[in-house]
T-cell receptor
Framework: DAGVIQSPRHEVTEMGQEVTLRCKPI?????LFWYRQTMMRGLELLIY????????DSGMPEDRFSAKMPNASFSTLKIQPSEPRDSAVYFC???????????FGPGTRLTVL | GNSVTQMEGPVTLSEEAFLTINCTYT??????LFWYVQYPGEGLQLLLK?????DKGSNKGFEATYRKETTSFHLEKGSVQVSDSAVYFC???????????FGKGTRLHILP
């Protein structure tokens, strides 16, 4: 079975542009997580969905960030407008339910110039 | 609040050396403890876990024992290989419905 799929794997954009990151969770998993990883702050949880409903978005940095999960097999994380400090690796993870074992995707490396 | 502290890296060892990566935690109650590993260019994957005091988690030659008296969950391996080069994250979950809290990660380099 395929694992968690993320696209794109790498994104380079200029400050002020809109960025959309995509995630397809493992089929059958009903929880989905977005994380951000930087050298300075380590791995931070941004938002957590359960059955397509956002449960905890307290980690979303500010209004420039938004996440959606329109169905069980797809989620997006959007940054508008992007800033250089948003440069990081963004991971999507899914689980069978809640905080059970999470399976991580390969990540999207975002660079904002 | 709940937190995890792990030794800063990078840690550089020769192949077949003994490995210890220290991890201590702060949490109320009886958290579950985890070690995750991130190989280059990949996402994190669960390496091992322990859910109660004195439990030992083990996988791929790695071990960690849940020590409540010292609030520690140190990762050990008796003989490391070059393929063990990765970043290792200690993590905890305070309760079944609580989020997983990750440490900053420790980068491990194994030299042939």
């Amino acid at each position: 079975d395929a694992g968690v799929i993320q696209s794109p794997r790498h994104e380079v954009t200029e400050m002020g542009q809109e960025v959309t990151l995509r995630c397809k969770p493992i089929s059958g998993h009903n929880s989905l997580f977005w994380y951000r990883q930087t050298m300075m702050r380590g791995l931070e949880l941004l938002i957590y969905f359960n059955n397509n409903v956002p449960i905890d978005d307290s980690g979303m940095p500010e209004d420039r960030f938004s996440a959606k999960m329109p169905n069980a097999s797809f989620s997006t994380l959007k940054i508008q407008p992007s800033e250089p400090r948003d440069s990081a690796v963004y991971f999507c993870a899914s689980s069978l339910g809640g905080w059970n074992e999470q399976f991580f995707g390969p990540g999207t490396r975002l660079t904002v110039l | 609040g709940n937190s995890v502290t792990q030794m800063e890296g990078p840690v550089t060892l020769s192949e077949e050396a003994f490995l210890t990566i220290n991890c201590t935690y702060t949490a109320t109650g009886y958290p579950s403890l985890f070690w995750y590993v991130q190989y280059p260019g990949e996402g994190l994957q669960l390496l091992l876990k322990a859910t109660k005091a004195d439990d030992k988690g083990s996988n791929k030659g790695f071990e960690a024992t849940y020590r409540k008296e010292t609030t520690s969950f140190h990762l050990e391996k008796g003989s490391v290989q070059v393929s063990d080069s990765a970043v290792y994250f200690c993590a905890l979950r305070a309760g079944r419905d609580d989020k997983i809290i990750f440490g900053k990660g420790t980068r491990l380099h194994i030299l042939p």
